[in-house]
């Protein structure tokens, strides 16, 4: 017999000795696209089938028809769309399922509606859990004026870096980019999941950064947070709306860890409780925060 012949016989059992990696999704914030997990693909890929569905595309065909359509772009919307994308091409449930600030809002409303399709969350600067949101987007386009835009997201200057203001100056300057983003500004704002934060089945990982601008009031939504039956919560000090860039050495092993079921416990300062301690404190004393830039502040079994 011919060895090519051979091995073709072979491959029944090779298959059966290979086991793929569970698909991880993606889903990115509002004002993002899905370069903005540029910092976290590579690491998680050791780990996870990673996907990173483009949901969400404000010069995308899809997205006109619908609003030339007079189809509302809201959580909704977002949130069939990601059904749609789940069912039709990747088909392998149960889902770990990571989303950024209105991210999160779609994968909550999806893991109420398809709890047996997920397997895990992992939340990171939630949006829609309490209070307003502050949106500088919306004075960035008016204002043209990106660099402030950019630098409301971080709380490290550092990461405003020239080529990404010039970046998002050509994003807005594409009209129908620009249409697309505030249409689903129009839908979103003010969208509220709190209501389903009780019926959220799976295990919860929700990150918040301590100096999040865009969020009106982080403590409140710590708070919120808490009604998810089965979640962790961390606040990583000295960080913006994007933990998963600007602190990504600390991020990526949260995320990776937990959704292998080895983070057990995390560094107190990172403890949500702490941190809601000293917000309530009269002085809002950070003395006892020590920088969280690194994975040492990680404890796992």
């Known amino acids: 017999m011919p060895p090519d012949v051979r091995s073709w016989f072979a491959l029944s059992r090779m298959l059966d000795r290979y086991q793929r990696k569970l698909p991880l999704v993606l889903v990115n914030g509002l004002a993002e696209q899905p370069e903005s997990w540029f910092a976290s693909r590579m690491h998680l890929a050791r780990y996870f089938d990673v996907k990173v569905p483009e949901i969400l595309v404000y010069d995308g065909d899809a997205l006109h028809r619908h609003i030339q359509g007079g189809g509302t772009v809201g959580v909704e919307y977002l949130t069939d769309r990601l059904e749609e994308y789940l069912d039709e091409y990747v088909q392998r449930p149960p889902y770990h399922l990571v989303a950024s600030s209105l991210g999160c809002q779609v ?31 919306m004075d960035g386009v008016r204002r043209s004026d990106y660099r402030a835009l950019i630098g409301s997201v971080f709380h490290n200057g550092h990461f405003v870096r ?26 979103t704002i003010g969208h509220s999941v709190a209501e389903l934060l009780p019926r959220v089945e799976a295990p919860t990982l929700a990150i918040w950064g301590a100096d999040d601008r865009i969020l009106s009031d982080v403590a409140g939504s710590v708070r919120a947070g808490a009604r998810i039956p089965r979640v962790l ?24 860890r937990f959704l292998r079921g080895k983070l057990r416990s995390v560094h107190p300062a990172l403890d949500s409780r702490r941190f809601l301690a000293r917000e309530a404190s009269p002085r809002g004393d950070r ?15």
Not at 109 to 119: G, L
Not at 292 to 300: F, L, N
Request: overall charge positive.
């Open 162 to 187: 020239d080529e990404l203001v010039e970046a998002f100056r050509r994003k807005f300057e594409d009209r129908r980019w620009r249409l697309g983003v505030l249409r689903t500004l129009r839908g």
């Open 107 to 137: 994968v909550v409303s999806y893991a109420v509606r398809r709890p047996e399709q997920v397997s895990r969350l992992v939340l990171i600067g939630a949006s829609g859990f309490h209070g307003d949101e502050n949106l500088p987007v």
């Open 287 to 301: 003395a006892w925060l020590p920088a969280a830039a690194g994975s040492s502040v990680i404890r796992s079994s």
């Open 233 to 256: 919560q961390v606040v990583i000090p000295r960080c913006g709306h994007a933990p998963q860039i600007e602190k990504a050495g600390l991020v990526n092993p949260l995320i990776s």
